[in-house]
């Protein structure tokens, strides 16, 4: 019989402030926790569920001309580390984008997303935050009908 316990393991501590992709996205998928539910009788009926953060972006970071927004020497975003250096956290970012695009400038043009994903379910869910993403998965791993059919 399949243990309705789903266990979480987690590569990090994610916090409210930053569950946004875009503070973990480097271009490449990468696994942010693993959610599992066993069959104490049977391991062939082990379900196991990722979350993943995946994508890039391209985030201008505009530089000022003559008092106006510019792409002139701007600072162009493509992943995390740099993402990084610029907010502190989800409503600094927000606010950046709100202040640009008030302005005409747009500055973010890709985006970066979670995703939930299985070995048997390659293609995922997209999320915009990783707890939304976790939530999903909780659900995923918990959808007998779709796991009955592997």
């Not at 709100?98 to 997303?113: I, L, Q, S």
């Not at 299985?118 to 869910?125: F, K, L, R, T, V």
Request: proline share 3%; with cysteine.
């Amino acid at each position: 019989m399949l243990s309705k316990t789903i266990e979480i393991d987690y590569k990090e501590v994610i916090p409210e402030d930053r569950q946004m992709a875009e503070w973990y996205a480097d271009g490449d998928c990468q696994r942010y926790a693993t959610l599992s539910r066993k069959d104490p009788d049977n391991d062939l009926n082990d379900r196991f569920v990722y979350v993943g953060v995946n994508g890039e972006m391209h985030l201008t970071i505009p530089n000022i001309v003559n008092g106006e927004l510019s792409d002139e020497g701007a600072t162009i975003i493509r992943h995390c580390h740099d993402f990084n250096n610029y907010f502190n956290n989800e409503a600094e970012f927000i606010q950046f984008l709100k202040t640009t695009g008030n302005a005409g400038f747009e500055v973010y043009r890709m985006n970066p997303w979670w995703e939930i994903y299985s070995d048997d379910y390659p293609d995922g869910d997209v999320y915009d935050t990783f707890y939304e993403a976790i939530d999903g998965a909780i659900d995923f791993i918990n959808d007998d009908q779709y796991w009955e059919q592997y």
